[in-house]
């Protein structure tokens, strides 16, 4: 994306991602949202050729160790998903008791009309923050990073206990998205 020096160059390759709402806005305060996440993650996952490898959903933004399967792009499955959960979101926005609406629309709105990148509402800022794993090393660390994000913000004392995580999937669990243990 525009001026993004951390893009997706292999589009075979794994990557850890950050994908971010726009001015770091905290919307996934609100389990309605982060379900729009987990459902569209295993839509892309069962539909599209994306393999999950480790996610997280914070306040702002989203941890994902990814890679498309052969024959997908990663760079369009990432255009599909912040396409289509931006507009879930902010429609979900308009529908339920949300304390915040006018201010989150009108800085999504200002957003859309300031950089002419979308129609009404701008949720996700377009840089992904791209990190390429290429070696081991790189993807266990990644791989801790982000699990221990709700450890290191208080959320909670132990990773697998952060149902908005892949953590538990690496505990023996079951996760809500479906992953690839790597």
């Given at each position: 994306?525009?001026?993004?020096?951390?893009?997706?160059?292999?589009?075979?390759?794994?990557?850890?991602?950050?994908?971010t709402?726009?001015?770091?806005?905290?919307?996934?305060?609100?389990?309605d949202?982060?379900?729009?996440?987990?459902?569209?993650?295993?839509?892309?996952?069962?539909n599209?050729?994306?393999?999950?490898?480790?996610?997280?959903?914070?306040?702002?933004?989203?941890?994902?160790?990814?890679?498309?399967k052969?024959?997908?792009?990663l760079?369009h499955?990432?255009?599909?998903?912040?396409?289509?959960?931006?507009?879930?979101?902010?429609?979900?926005?308009?529908?339920?008791?949300?304390?915040?609406?006018?201010?989150?629309?009108?800085?999504?709105?200002?957003?859309?009309?300031?950089?002419g990148?979308?129609?009404?509402?701008?949720?996700?800022?377009?840089d992904?923050?791209?990190?390429?794993?290429?070696?081991?090393e790189?993807?266990?660390?990644?791989?801790?990073?982000?699990?221990q994000?709700?450890?290191?913000q208080?959320?909670v004392?132990?990773?697998?206990?952060?149902?908005?995580?892949?953590?538990?999937?690496?505990?023996?669990?079951?996760?809500?998205?479906?992953?690839?243990?790597?």
């Amino acid at each position: 994306m525009s001026g993004d020096r951390y893009e997706i160059a292999d589009q075979e390759k794994t990557y850890f991602l950050t994908l971010t709402v726009i001015d770091w806005v905290d919307v996934f305060t609100r389990k309605d949202y982060k379900v729009i996440i987990v459902d569209s993650l295993n839509y892309c996952v069962e539909n599209k050729g994306l393999e999950i490898f480790a996610w997280v959903i914070m306040s702002n933004h989203l941890h994902l160790m990814v890679r498309a399967k052969e024959g997908f792009i990663l760079s369009h499955i990432l255009r599909d998903f912040k396409k289509f959960t931006s507009k879930e979101i902010t429609a979900k926005i308009l529908e339920i008791g949300e304390s915040r609406r006018e201010w989150l629309l009108n800085k999504f709105a200002f957003e859309a009309k300031r950089t002419g990148r979308a129609k009404n509402y701008k949720f996700w800022r377009d840089d992904n923050h791209a990190i390429c794993l290429e070696k081991s090393e790189w993807v266990l660390q990644r791989l801790n990073y982000i699990h221990q994000n709700p450890v290191r913000q208080m959320i909670v004392n132990n990773p697998e206990d952060y149902i908005f995580s892949s953590a538990i999937d690496y505990a023996d669990g079951k996760g809500l998205v479906i992953i690839t243990r790597v």
